[in-house]
Structures are given as structure tokens and as C-alpha cells.
């Protein structure tokens, strides 16, 4: 999710690999002349840092290959239809972003179109998508998984175009290998009418340790894009000894941020553990760059949407005491032992979920592991025209633990 920033001194975008185009081609779409682009937006500058100022995006297209004579100021969308084309000729698109300084990214990757008129006979469009990263890049990154273990993730069939799409056998001429698989093939055979979808599951499962690629094939009578092609790859690592989960990236405030608001949510992008370990993120936030004395906020797997106000637990369990005490002081004997306990657990319950400054409150809590890609804290009372840093350590439970970077920035 991109973010407003002002931090934009001296820097570059990068889309190499976050900015994918594709062109849709149905009745919807495609008219005579026009084409329809469609792409995922950057998230990161050049240098890594968190693209927080993204102001919006050029089309450039022309009818050679990377000479582009034409271009559009499209604004801040990820879709464009461009017009006025030329019925019978090929173009070859390309898009760019910029932000609010004026600083422009390198070209997309291209994609070209023979435009025809709407009068045309109708044809199909396979469109392909996956569940790890970019969607629509064709690549499937499973990253690393610990010997013994599995990671599986879905494969999305699509029909973009006008008349039906046949899908033939997934993988049937460029089979995968193992550790690499393929289950729950709802596609190989079937015939797709207009927007329909199916899918399959592409799962990686190591025994030894090791990098690993591979390739398969979607076959399909999409005469320009047949077949479709997805690379696969992953690592695998030692069973013997525990493994540590990956960094997490921090996302807002990014560093050097100015301007935020004194009710701040902190995102990161959530770690992968390699052994399957639930993975526990620590939030530090002080002004104190070192964290010296810094009690973390204690992100696990509870419930979206849960409130809980950090620093007054303790008080909550004193009000929680005040109340039960007649009950106890009356109670008979055995009574007064179950009520005892009920107490304990009452308090013991609440203390686990206070934590951080006194006056700060905790709300809005997004579930990293409901999110598939980031986690989040929502923190209020932070001090106005205040500096802040912070970072987020992620632990296995098994002694694993990674630290991110450090992010500074300036409240309102």
C-alpha cells in the first residue's frame, strides 16, 4: 500500500520488477483502435526505501519495439485505455511512474498488440495470475522452506477474451520436478466461456537443502499467447537446526517521514518463518533511536479488529479486585478458593495484553497472518512536532528472531 510521504530529496524510482503491464482484450475493453492496460503499482524507490509520494504514471507506446512516439500523462490510476489506434497495426506499450518531485522511473516491461476492429472475429485471452508478489509477473517465488516442510500457493486461469478459451494439460509437455508439484487441477481439459476462471495449486516441498527452479506450461488456444510460461523456484534449508524467520521490511512512516499524524499505525511487511513456526512481532517506538528502555508492543495472531488500551491494564485489574473482594470476604471456604482462582486468571489474562507508555492506546489491530503480505499497529498520543524511531523484531518461538532496520520520523 503506497503512503503520502514529503520525504523526496534525491532519489530514484524502481519498478523493474514491481511494475507489470498487461493488456485486456474483451468486448469490455477493446474497441476499434483502442487497448486496454492495466498494472500493478511500484511500492519501493531504487534504494529500497518505501515509495511513500507516487503522483502517477506516463503510457508510452509506438509502433517499434522500444522506440516509443507517443506518450500519456495518465495521473495516479493502474488502468488506461488508450485511443485513436491504428486498426491492423501493432503497438508496443510501456508505462512508467513518477512522484510528487518530478523524478520518473525506468520503462515497464513491454507488451505489444496487433489492434483490430471490433467487427473482428471473437478470440479468446488467457490471462494468468499467482499468489506470491506481483500477481501477473509469471513468477513464483516460494523463497525458502526448511527440508520436511511445504509451502503451497494457488494458480489463477482466467478468461479475458470474447470466445471460449481451451485450456489443454497443465504442465503436460514442460512437466515440473520435484520438489516441485502440482495438485488440484481444476484447468487441465477444460473450456473457459467468457470471464470464467479456474485454478490449481502449485505447491514446493524440499527434503534436502539446495536452490531450486523450475518451469512449466499452460497450453491454451490463445494463438498470441500460447503457451503461457511460469517460473518457479525455491530454497531449501537444514532440518537440523532451527532457522530464523525473514526480516521484516518496515513500510509507514518510512524514514525520514515528516508530518505524521500524532495517531500513527505502523506497517510492516510480515516474515515468512522457513520451519512453519508462528511468527511473534515485537513493535519498538521511542524517541530514543537506541530503544534503552523501550517496552515492545506484542503483535501475535488475535482477532482483527480487537481494541486494547495499552498502560491501564493494571488498573483495570485493581477495579476487576475491588469488586470481587465482598464476594470473597462473604464466600464460604470452598467458594472462596474458586473465586480465587477465577481472579487470578481474570488479572493474569488482562496484565498479558497491557504493555508500552501509560498514555499511549492501541486500536485497529490488522492480524498480520490474516493479511498475506503485512501487519500493523494503530498507536494514539504520540507527541506533536515530536521525533520518533522504530523497528519491529520478529521471533519463532524457538530462539529465531530477526530485527529490521530502524525507521525515523517527525509528528505534526
Known amino acids: 500500500m503506497l503512503k503520502d510521504s514529503e520525504y523526496s530529496e534525491y532519489k530514484e524510482l524502481c519498478i523493474t520488477s514491481a511494475l507489470i503491464i498487461f493488456i485486456l482484450l474483451s468486448a469490455a475493453t477493446v474497441y476499434a483502435g483502442e487497448a486496454t492496460l492495466t498494472w500493478d503499482p511500484p511500492t ?11 503522483a ?9 519495439s522500444g522506440n516509443y512516439s507517443q506518450s500519456i500523462d495518465v495521473g495516479n490510476v493502474t488502468t488506461y485505455t488508450v485511443s485513436g489506434l491504428t486498426n491492423g497495426q501493432t503497438y508496443y506499450f510501456a508505462v512508467t511512474a513518477y512522484d510528487t518531485s518530478g523524478n520518473e522511473s525506468d520503462y515497464s516491461n513491454e507488451r505489444a498488440k496487433t489492434i483490430e476492429s471490433s467487427s473482428s472475429t471473437p478470440v479468446p485471452d488467457i490471462t494468468v495470475t499467482d499468489s506470491i508478489g506481483s500477481a501477473t509477473d509469471l513468477e513464483m517465488p516460494f523463497g525458502d522452506v526448511t527440508a520436511g516442510n511445504s509451502s503451497a500457493k494457488t494458480v489463477t486461469v482466467k478468461n479475458d477474451g470474447n470466445a ?16 516441485f508439484s502440482i495438485s488440484d487441477d481444476t484447468c487441465s481439459g477444460q473450456v473457459l466461456k467468457q470471464s470464467e476462471t479456474c485454478k490449481f495449486t502449485v505447491s514446493f516441498s524440499p527434503v534436502t537443502t539446495g536452490m531450486f527452479n523450475d518451469s512449466f506450461d499452460i497450453p491454451s488456444n490463445d494463438t498470441d499467447e500460447n503457451p503461457v510460461t511460469i517460473a518457479v523456484s525455491g530454497g531449501g534449508l537444514s532440518a ?68 486494547y488500551y495499552a498502560g491501564i491494564a493494571g488498573y483495570g485489574a485493581g477495579l476487576v479486585l475491588l469488586v470481587m473482594i465482598p464476594f470473597l470476604v462473604h464466600a464460604g471456604r470452598s467458594r472462596k478458593k474458586i473465586l480465587t482462582v477465577v481472579l487470578i486468571i481474570i488479572m493474569a489474562g488482562i496484565l498479558l495484553i497491557s504493555c508500552g507508555d501509560v498514555n499511549d492506546v492501541i486500536s485497529d489491530f490488522t492480524d498480520p497472518f490474516l493479511d498475506n ?40
Not at 524507490?45 to 509520494?53: E, Q
Not at 502517477?56 to 517499434?64: A, F, P
Not at 471460449?164 to 520438489?179: K, Q, R, T, Y
Request: proline share 7%; net charge negative; with cysteine.
Open 240 to 307: 537440523a537446526s532451527n532457522n530464523p524467520p525473514t526480516t521484516p521490511a518496515l513500510i509507514y512512516p518510512a524514514n525520514g517521514q515528516k508530518g505524521v499524524d500524532t495517531t500513527v499505525e505502523f506497517r510492516w511487511k510480515k516474515s515468512i518463518d522457513p520451519d512453519g513456526d508462528p511468527v511473534t512481532y515485537y513493535l519498538y517506538y521511542d524517541n530514543d533511536r537506541d530503544f534503552t528502555d523501550t517496552t515492545p508492543l506484542v503483535v501475535t495472531s488475535l482477532e482483527s479488529g480487537d481494541i
Open 373 to 412: 503480505s503485512s501487519g500493523s499497529r494503530t498507536v494514539s498520543g504520540l507527541a506533536s512536532g515530536a521525533t520518533y524511531c522504530w523497528k519491529v523484531v520478529a521471533e519463532d518461538g524457538d530462539g529465531g528472531e530477526s530485527e529490521s532496520s530502524v525507521n525515523c520520523f517527525e509528528t505534526k
Open 44 to 54: 519501493t524507490n531504487a534504494d529500497g526505501t518505501p515509495l511513500t509520494d507516487l
Open 164 to 179: 471460449d478459451l481451451s485450456i489443454g494439460s497443465v504442465a503436460g509437455s514442460n512437466p515440473v520436478e520435484e520438489p
Open 56 to 64: 502517477g504514471y506516463k503510457v508510452y507506446y509506438g509502433t517499434e
